[in-house]
């Protein structure tokens, strides 16, 4: 039994290892949420309405505006009027 040796298209790792970094930002980023934003009336309604926390709604909140749509892991689906209020209220606080 012969064996194809695998052969690995390099040039391509730089921007792989460039996708990696972006991703961990924006991970530590998306852990990084105020409290104030946690406790907002609009997260908390939302996180209710969606049965999840509201830690978990902006988790679901920033990859699907990242990749727009839900990713496979997470059954939520945010509206777009919903989207739009979570944009809104995260581009309004303080940097």
Request: charged share 20%.
């Amino acid at each position: 039994m012969s064996t194809t040796p695998l052969i690995i298209n390099t040039s391509i790792l730089p921007s792989f290892h460039n996708f990696t970094l972006q991703k961990r930002t924006m991970m530590k980023q998306q852990t990084d949420i105020p409290e104030t934003i946690l406790n907002d009336e609009i997260i908390r309604f939302l996180a209710d309405r969606y049965h999840t926390s509201p830690r978990n709604l902006l988790h679901q909140f920033f990859n699907q505006d990242n990749s727009g749509s839900a990713t496979e892991s997470r059954s939520i689906q945010l509206e777009e009027n919903e989207m739009t209020l979570l944009r809104d209220l995260i581009n309004s606080q303080p940097s």
